[in-house]
């Protein structure tokens, strides 16, 4: 089945402990992309990757890190987690940039 | 900012088209627009898009004005599970593998479908 993959679904960790999200596509997409999701604020752009080994800032990088060393995955890494991260995350992929995207679950994260 | 104007909220009686109309007044030539809808907390789920004929697929038909400058997303017999956020956003049509393209979303629209 053509899917998304993101783990862990749900995670509550402490300030300050590093933390990856994994997020994984099995439909040979090039484009990859992460967002974060607020009340209030939608859907924001964290980071996102053309191809592997390009990568490139959305709206809000700041506090996240990502890289995409093969072409079906592209972890988003949080160095120092702080609680104003605390967010419902979502990874897509695209065959191509600029085509439609296709969304993990979500992983909904609690920084204390 | 978002690219795109959509209403925060609408409702659409059960069986009956939902219209979800959006602006994006400075769309460029080469930008498509792309609708969206998220369930619940649920990742989004794309639905349809279009450069500037309209188009219909299995779930829904776009309407695109002939500037471009708006569009209209129907779904032509709404049921209880078309409730949803809707999302209208653009992006650039072709891209070089060195081009920008960074994702605009805005708050879309609350669409309640009412028995």
């Known amino acids: 089945e053509a899917q998304v993959t993101q783990n862990p679904r749900y995670l509550i960790t402490v300030t300050g402990k590093k933390l990856t999200v994994t997020c994984s596509q099995n439909?040979?997409?090039?484009?990859m992309s992460w967002y974060r999701q607020d009340p209030g604020l939608g859907l924001r752009q964290i980071y996102y990757?053309?191809?592997?080994?390009?990568?490139d800032k959305g709206d809000v990088p700041e506090g996240y890190k990502v890289s995409r060393k093969e072409k079906r995955n592209f972890p988003l890494i949080l160095e120092s987690p702080s609680p104003n991260q605390t967010s419902l995350y979502f990874c897509?992929?695209?065959?191509?940039?600029?085509?439609?995207?296709?969304f993990g679950p979500g992983t909904r994260l609690t920084v204390t | 900012d978002a690219k795109t104007t959509q209403p925060p909220s609408m409702d659409c009686a059960e069986g009956r088209a939902a219209n979800l109309p959006c602006n994006h007044s400075?769309?460029?030539?080469?930008?498509?627009v792309y609708w969206y809808r998220q369930i619940h907390s649920q990742g989004p789920q794309y639905i349809i898009h279009?450069?500037?004929n309209n188009e219909t697929n299995e779930m829904a038909s776009l309407i695109i004005t002939e500037d471009r400058k708006s569009s209209t997303l129907i779904l032509p017999h709404a049921t209880l599970r078309d409730t949803a956020v809707y999302y209208c956003?653009?992006?650039?049509?072709?891209?070089?593998?060195?081009?920008?393209?960074?994702?605009?979303f805005g708050p879309g629209t609350s669409l309640s479908v009412i028995p």
């Open positions: 990757s053309m191809n592997v080994e390009v990568t």
């Open positions: 956003i653009v992006r650039v049509a072709i891209l070089m593998k060195t081009s920008y393209d960074k994702v605009i």
């Open positions: 439909m040979n997409h090039e484009y």
């Open positions: 279009g450069l500037k």
């Open positions: 897509a992929s695209s065959l191509l940039a600029g085509s439609e995207q296709y």
């Open positions: 400075t769309i460029s030539g080469n930008e498509y």
